[in-house]
C-alpha cells in the first residue's frame, strides 16, 4: 500500500518545540518533493514548507520563517518538520504530501493522515 504517515505530534507549551515525521511506505521519496501543511479548525489548509527531492527547501508561510526548518533523510525514508518557538497559532492538523520533484504549485499524489499540533498553557 502506497502511503504517507506522520508521527510526532502532541500538546506543547508556548515556547516548546516539536519534530514531526512523515514517513513513506511502498515507494522511495527520493524523487517527490515533500511539503508539510497544516489545517487550523475553521481555516483553509495552507502550505508550511516544501523540501525539493534535492534537498531545497521553500517556505510558504512567513510567520514559520526563522521557527520551523524542513529536512529529508531519503536513507530512511523519512521526512522531518523541525518546529521550535511554537505559538498558539501554529495549532493545527498537520499533513505531509508527496509531488514529484520540485515545489510549487502541483498537483500532489501522496498524503497522509495528519497529525494533530496544539500549542496551549
Known amino acids: 500500500q502506497l502511503q504517507l504517515v506522520e508521527s510526532g505530534g502532541g500538546l506543547v507549551q508556548p515556547g516548546g518545540s516539536l519534530r514531526l515525521s512523515c514517513a513513506a511506505s511502498?515507494?522511495?521519496?527520493?524523487?517527490?518533493?515533500i511539503t508539510w501543511f497544516r489545517q487550523a479548525p475553521g481555516k483553509e489548509r495552507e502550505g508550511v514548507l516544501c523540501i525539493s527531492r534535492t534537498g531545497g527547501s521553500t517556505n510558504y508561510k512567513d510567520a514559520v520563517k526563522g521557527r520551523f526548518t524542513i529536512s529529508r533523510d531519503n536513507a530512511k525514508n523519512m521526512v522531518y518538520l523541525q518546529m521550535n518557538s511554537l505559538k498558539p497559532e501554529d495549532t493545527a492538523v498537520y499533513y505531509c504530501?508527496?509531488?514529484?520533484?520540485?515545489?510549487?504549485?502541483?498537483?500532489?499524489?501522496?498524503w497522509g493522515q495528519g497529525t494533530q499540533v496544539t500549542v496551549s498553557s
Open positions: 504530501a508527496a509531488t514529484w520533484g520540485i515545489c510549487g504549485p502541483r498537483v500532489y499524489d501522496y
Open positions: 511502498g515507494f522511495t521519496l527520493d524523487y517527490y518533493a
